[in-house]
């Protein structure tokens, strides 16, 4: 069981910058791929980063460049740097967990291989 909490949204302007946040209860697997999705109203969910504990990372081509994932393992909590932002990023933003092991067939970025979710956090970007 893996409990996570995001924060950190809000509302910028275009060409701005935020933080997201996502903190993780204690867990005792010995490998947890992490990553952030979000969601537009009438869209699908779609995976933008992920992180694994070895700390290699995927990133979606929307978003390559521009955001960029890390994870403090100390504070056991997710970070989402967002540069650049566009309106087209506006979207809810949720943190996501799954623990090993994986199939050879894994695929990071697709929300249905996370068994666990946090609640989301809203990031708005006006032109």
């Known amino acids: 069981q893996i409990r996570l909490v995001e924060s950190g949204g809000g509302s910028v302007q275009a060409g701005g910058s935020l933080r997201l946040s996502c903190a993780a209860s204690?867990?005792?697997?010995?490998?947890?791929?992490m990553g952030w999705f979000r969601q537009a109203p009438g869209k699908e969910r779609e995976g933008i980063a992920t992180?694994?504990?070895?700390?290699?990372?995927n990133y979606a081509d929307s978003v390559k460049g521009r955001f960029s994932i890390s994870k403090d393992n100390a504070k056991n909590t997710l970070h989402l740097q967002m540069n650049s932002l566009k309106p087209e990023d506006t979207a809810m933003y949720y943190c996501?967990?799954?623990?090993?092991?994986?199939?050879?067939?894994?695929?990071?970025?697709?929300?249905?291989?996370?068994?666990?979710w946090g609640q989301g956090t809203q990031v708005t970007v006006s032109s």
């Open positions: 204690r867990y005792r697997y010995s490998r947890v791929i």
């Open positions: 996501a967990a799954t623990p090993g092991p994986y199939s050879p067939a894994f695929q990071a970025l697709e929300r249905y291989e996370y068994n666990y």
């Open positions: 992180i694994d504990s070895d700390g290699s990372t």
